[in-house]
Nanobody, 119 residues
Framework: QVQLVESGGGLVQAGGSLRLSCAAS????????MAWFRQAPGKEREFVAV?????SYEDSVKDRFTISRDNAKNTVYLQMNSLIPEDTAVYYC???????????????WGQGTQVTVSS
């Protein structure tokens, strides 16, 4: 029912910034917690950030990334600053209940967008 489409990934040097966007359709956007996950080659998909009425971040990004949402545009964003090579991964947008945290608890997923940080 809900479709999510990510954009904004790319190649950036360490210390640089990127802003990811996730456009949603087919559901009541404001009713969902919106999250970002990432998956690096050979690693498990990991939680990055979530926003409902508040925000929460994975420890390694909490001082560098900012998640936000524009309900009028049905879009969630991830502003990524001070990027490091360890941030390199495919970043996925997800929608789920307000209590969701683990990837299996999210109901809808985007196709992913590649972020590559060079040293």
């Amino acid at each position: 029912q809900v479709q999510l489409v990510e954009s904004g990934g790319g190649l950036v040097q360490a210390g640089g910034s990127l802003r990811l966007s996730c456009a949603a359709s087919g559901g009541t956007f404001s009713s969902y917690a919106m999250a970002w996950f990432r998956q690096a080659p050979g690693k498990e998909r990991e939680f990055v950030a979530v926003i409902s009425w508040s925000t929460s971040y994975e420890d390694s990004v909490k001082d560098r990334f900012t998640i936000s949402r524009d309900n009028a545009k049905n879009t969630v964003y991830l502003q990524m600053n001070s990027l490091i090579p360890e941030d390199t991964a495919v970043y996925y947008c997800a929608a789920g209940p307000y209590s969701a945290h683990y990837s299996r608890e999210y109901d809808y997923w985007g196709q992913g967008t590649q972020v590559t940080v060079s040293s």
